[in-house]
């Protein structure tokens, strides 16, 4: 059936949000940038590059998982339709499709991404084998923007990969959850991917490895505000820090100048001092425990279905209250 596309960003909006964003978070205290502008084609490379690395767990966790209880949770959902959160590839969803029951085919597939290019990419890679398969994308926020996901063509399986949610504070995150709740009805399941609690060493590790991939990957941020701003900060100039908050249960990803820095972002007439020690806060990433996402999923109208672990990641199948 092809793929189409409901645009609901474009250049113009995503540089207005970096305007808004960069100078609310580098007048604020502390200083702070959203991480959603790691991902310009540097910045995804790069992640790319941390999923193989030996310490990021992460990808390789959940991917296994999945591909370990696919059929069962294709089996347990039978959904007509998959809605991806955040979508990038379409590898997950891919192991997902080839595990729908026989005769119980996905009929509809609804990547949501900011980025087109990824939407695009995802309806070419599936059509040739799922030639009956309607990929209906929509470019957009997934924070912003669940409301235009289209009525259902049947059961429906919301998907949210990558231990994503994890990058939102309680407040948003709660939010999101509340919206996904009103896209399910009875018999719509909700499967979200989630990375645990573990030792301080292991989680520090995934997140500060040896080669130095993160890092880079972290001061790439400010390329991003370089080019987007006009600005000029010099990223080699601010180390990487990566730590784990255990009463926050999240880490915390920053970059810190080891001396005073001073960056002027003419597009926007602002100038940004980084005093040695201060930082951009650039990532949380909270890690949770069975117990604080049965709440989480709760608090939103959402309950506990199954949940598959292997002690380091997990993935929660949710089905909305009654």
Known sequence: ??????????????AQGLIRDACDGLRGRPKRLPPKYFYDARGSALFERITL??????????????????????ADSTPQEL?????????KVRTL???????ASVLRYVPLD??????????????PDYPDLDVYGIVGDFQQHLGHVPGSVGRRLVVFFG?????????????????????????????????????????????DDRA?????????????????????????????????????SRIEMHLVPARRQIAYLRDVDLTVEVAAGESI????????????VEAMLTASGLGLDRWYSDGQFALALAAPHA
């Open 1 to 14: 059936m092809g793929w189409r596309a409901e645009v609901l960003v474009d250049e113009a909006t995503l």
């Open 53 to 74: 690395l030996p310490e990021y767990y992460l990808t390789r966790a959940e991917r296994a998982l999945l591909a370990a209880h696919a059929r069962e949770i294709m």
């Open 83 to 91: 809605v991806e959160l955040g979508a990038g590839s379409a590898a």
């Open 97 to 103: 499709l080839r595990a729908a029951p026989v005769g």
């Open 114 to 127: 900011i980025d087109a290019g990824t939407i695009a990419a995802a309806g070419r890679e599936l059509e």
């Open 163 to 207: 231990s994503t949610i994890g990058n939102l504070d309680p407040g948003p995150r709660r939010q999101l959850l509340d919206g996904v709740r009103g896209l399910l009805s009875a018999e719509d399941r909700f499967l979200i991917g989630l990375d645990l609690v573990k030792e301080r060493r292991v989680l520090e590790a995934a997140y």
């Open 212 to 248: 130095c991939v993160t890092a880079a990957f972290n001061r790439n941020i400010l390329r991003v505000v370089n080019r987007g701003l006009g600005g000029d900060f010099v990223p080699e100039s601010f180390r990487h820090h990566a730590r784990y908050n255990a009463e926050a």
């Open 281 to 292: 806060w650039t990532e949380s990433s909270y890690k949770f425990t069975r117990e604080s």
